[in-house]
């Protein structure tokens, strides 16, 4: 499967607790993305990275969140003392950023639902 | 930003066809107009997308006002497998706001055997 992979996919942790998420992006894709979606409503864009540089950051991506991608390969999303507003499906994506084209089709990985108790 | 409506949900009969609207009267000249659908337990897909004419592929059409104000999605021929929250994306290629997806509520469709 060459698609975008996240892992775990599901993640169940107490309050208070550190969890840290992984997402392998499409190979020769450079631009990977971190989106949060809550039950009922559309994914919301946390960062996006272009290689390994980080170009954005959501108002939504407190200091209790860091993202990192330190190859511009993978990309980790951490999230420090989890709150229970903390429990969503943190979507990864990834896509090809280049000259010439009118659009960055993205492409979605499965998602990692997390559960703050 | 620009903004998109769309309605909260549509039913329709497997293989009929399922016209889905999308608002955004607020559309700059630089704007592409993007489709992606969430299939149930799975990240978001593309669909389609379009700016000014409108645009045909294996999933889906897209129609495209004159005045851009509006968009309309349609699956010719709707089957069990689409149902799915569709949303209609708004993208600007020039600013540097156009390298992330700006999803809304969309509509959820439900098709019935």
């Known amino acids: 499967d060459t698609g975008v992979s996240q892992d775990p996919r599901h993640k169940i942790t107490k309050r208070g607790q550190n969890v840290t998420f992984r997402c392998d992006p499409i190979s020769e894709h450079n631009r990977l993305y971190w989106y949060r979606q809550t039950l009922g409503q559309g994914p919301e864009f946390l960062t996006y990275?272009?290689?390994?540089?980080?170009?954005?950051k959501s108002r939504l991506l407190s200091d209790r969140f860091s993202a990192e991608r330190p190859k511009g390969s993978f990309s980790t999303l951490e999230i420090q003392r989890t709150e229970q507003g903390d429990s969503a499906m943190y979507l990864c994506a990834s896509s090809l950023n280049g000259q010439g084209r009118s659009y960055n089709e993205q492409f979605f990985g499965p998602g990692t639902r997390l559960t703050v108790l | 930003d620009a903004k998109t409506t769309q309605p909260n949900s549509m039913e329709s009969n497997e293989e009929e066809p399922v016209h889905l609207p999308c608002n955004h009267s607020t559309i700059s000249g630089t704007d592409y107009i993007h489709w992606y659908r969430q299939l149930p337990s799975q990240g978001p897909e593309y669909v389609i997308h379009g700016l000014t004419s409108n645009v045909n592929n294996r999933m889906a059409s897209l129609a495209i006002a004159e005045d851009r104000k509006s968009s309309t999605l349609i699956l010719h021929r709707a089957t069990l497998r689409d149902a799915a929250v569709y949303y209609c994306?708004?993208?600007?290629?020039?600013?540097?706001?156009?390298?992330?997806?700006?999803f809304g509520g969309g509509t959820r469709v439900l098709v019935k055997p």
């Open positions: 994306i708004l993208r600007d290629v020039i600013k540097a706001a156009g390298n992330k997806l700006t």
């Open positions: 990275f272009q290689n390994e540089a980080q170009l954005e």
